[in-house]
C-alpha cells in the first residue's frame, strides 16, 4: 500500500524557516518524480514543487522562488521542502504527492503557520 | 501561467441523479509529447485530495465508473452518472501541461 507521510509543521513567525518531510512506503520511491501541493485555510490547491527521479531536476513556483527548495534522499525514502523566509501567505497545509503530471498518491498533510 | 475556470462553483445534486462539472483552460493543453495532462481530483470534507482521472479520461485505480471524464483542448468535462452520498465534497481539475501546474477554483458538490 502507498503512503505518504508528512512531517514539521508548525507555527512559525514570519521570516522564520521550516523544514517540512516527507516519508514514502509502499513504492519504489526512487522510480517517482515527487511533488508539494498546498492548500490555504478554505481555499483551493497551488502546486508549489516538484523534483525528478534522482534529484537533478527541480521546479517552483514563482511565488516561493528563491525562499523554498525542494530535496529528496533516495536511500531514505524521503521527500523534504526547505522553506526560508516565510510569510504570512505561506499558511496552508503542505502535501506531499506521488507523481508530477499525474498526482497519484497524496499525504494527509501537515499544516503549516506563519504568524507573530 | 494558465488559468482553470470551473463551472459550477457549486452544484447541488439529489442523490442518484448524474452530475456534471466543466473546466475551461486559458490555452490548448495538449503536451508537445501528444499528451493532454488534466486531471481531475475530488477532495471529501477533512481529507487530502484524491486523484479520479487523469489525462482526460483516464479512470485511477480503484475510482467508480460511474466517474467519467471527456474533452479535449481547452475544454473538459467530469460527469458522475449516479450520484452517491460519500460524493460530496469539492471536485477540482488541474493541468500538468506547463509549469507552473495549475488547479481550477473547485466546484463544492452537496446532496439536495
Known amino acids: 500500500e502507498v503512503q505518504l507521510v508528512e512531517s514539521g509543521g508548525g507555527l512559525v513567525q514570519p521570516g522564520g524557516s521550516l523544514r517540512l518531510s516527507c516519508a514514502a512506503s509502499?513504492?519504489?520511491?526512487?522510480?517517482?518524480?515527487m511533488s508539494w501541493v498546498r492548500q490555504a485555510p478554505g481555499k483551493g490547491l497551488e502546486w508549489v514543487a516538484n523534483?525528478?527521479?534522482?534529484?537533478?531536476?527541480?521546479y517552483c513556483v514563482d511565488s516561493v522562488k528563491g525562499r523554498f527548495t525542494i530535496s529528496r534522499d533516495n536511500a531514505k525514502n524521503s521527500l523534504y521542502l526547505q522553506m526560508n523566509s516565510l510569510r504570512a501567505e505561506d499558511t496552508a497545509v503542505y502535501y506531499c504527492?506521488?507523481?508530477?503530471?499525474?498526482?497519484?498518491?497524496w499525504g494527509q498533510g501537515t499544516l503549516v503557520t506563519v504568524s507573530s | 501561467d494558465i488559468v482553470m475556470t470551473q463551472t459550477p462553483l457549486s452544484s447541488p445534486v439529489t442523490l442518484g441523479q448524474p452530475a456534471s462539472i466543466s473546466c475551461r483552460s486559458g490555452q490548448s493543453l495538449v503536451h508537445s509529447d501528444g499528451n493532454t495532462y488534466l486531471s481531475w481530483l475530488q477532495q471529501r470534507p477533512g481529507q487530502p485530495p484524491r486523484l479520479l482521472i487523469y489525462?482526460?479520461?483516464n479512470r485511477f485505480s480503484g475510482v467508480p465508473d460511474r466517474f467519467s471524464g471527456s474533452g479535449a483542448g481547452t475544454d473538459f468535462t467530469l460527469k458522475i452518472s449516479r450520484v452517491e452520498a460519500e460524493d460530496v465534497g469539492v471536485y477540482y481539475c488541474?493541468?500538468?501541461?506547463?509549469?507552473?501546474?495549475?488547479f481550477g477554483q473547485g466546484t463544492k458538490l452537496e446532496i439536495k
Open positions: 489525462k482526460i479520461s
Open positions: 488541474m493541468q500538468a501541461t506547463q509549469f507552473p501546474y495549475t
Open positions: 509502499g513504492f519504489t520511491f526512487s522510480g517517482y518524480w
Open positions: 504527492a506521488r507523481g508530477t503530471t499525474v498526482p497519484q498518491y
Open positions: 523534483i525528478n527521479q534522482d534529484g537533478s531536476a527541480k
